[in-house]
């Protein structure tokens, strides 16, 4: 079974980082992007960007730009998110999803780990 | 703050059918396709339509989704209790270089 397994819930200061990870099984995970999706409580999703584990190439969106890196281990095929000052704002699930590379759901978020819980607050 | 707006709810009594907007521009939905997304609260989206109409396999045939120009839609026919989530839709958005999501739709079964 195709399985995106996340670590665990994660409270942290404001101005401190969080390195969020996302764990893949079942399949063979240099053949898809990741993304990393947040939800904030109460609130929409929202897209923080996408990472390409065979090469590592990545595109952030733009409000993160500078403050968020996303990484791989291709030998234990985990993708890696790492937010870095952290502030209240930043509270919120944070899910990896891969992007599904067939005919049969093309382009779309087809594979979603369980989410996991960052928490800021001094 | 998204560039893709959905109305913040919908409903309808068992049975029945809704339809769901999801309003873009040149940049988002104009040049891409749309991917809408079924989320009960607590949990992780899960991908339903993709390519703007296509479902995912093993989406009932009671939701079906179109574009037409800057714009999507998503409709739900025969509404059932467990049709009650969130859905978002989404894009790639070619000048802001992002996936962006809808603002989301409360869908309540009266």
Request: charged share 15%; proline share 4%; aromatic share 10%.
């Amino acid at each position: 079974q195709v399985h995106l397994v996340q670590s665990g819930a994660e409270v942290k200061m404001p101005g401190a980082s969080v390195r969020v990870s996302c764990k893949a099984s079942g399949f063979t995970f240099t053949n898809f992007d990741f993304n990393w999706v947040r939800q904030a409580p109460g609130q929409g999703l929202e897209w923080m960007g996408r990472m390409h584990p065979e090469n590592g190439d990545t595109v952030y969106a733009q409000r993160f730009q500078g403050r968020v890196t996303m990484t791989r281990n291709t030998s234990t095929s985990t993708a890696y998110m790492e937010l870095r000052s952290l502030r209240s704002e930043d509270t919120a699930v944070y899910f990896c999803a891969r992007v599904c590379s067939s005919v049969t759901c093309w382009g779309g978020l087809d594979l979603w780990g369980q989410g996991t819980t960052v928490a800021v607050s001094s | 703050q998204s560039v893709l707006i959905q109305p913040p709810s919908a409903s309808g009594t068992p049975g029945q059918r809704v339809t769901i907007s999801c309003s873009g521009s040149s940049s988002n939905i104009r040049r891409n396709t749309v991917n809408w997304y079924q989320q009960i609260p607590g949990t992780a989206p899960k991908l339903l339509i993709y390519n703007s109409h296509r479902r995912l396999s093993g989406v009932p045939d009671r939701f079906s989704a179109s574009k037409s120009d800057t714009s999507a839609s998503l409709a739900i026919s025969g509404l059932q209790s467990d049709d009650e989530s969130d859905f978002y839709c989404a894009a790639w958005d070619d000048s802001l270089n992002s996936y962006v999501f809808g603002t989301g739709t409360k869908v309540t079964v009266l």
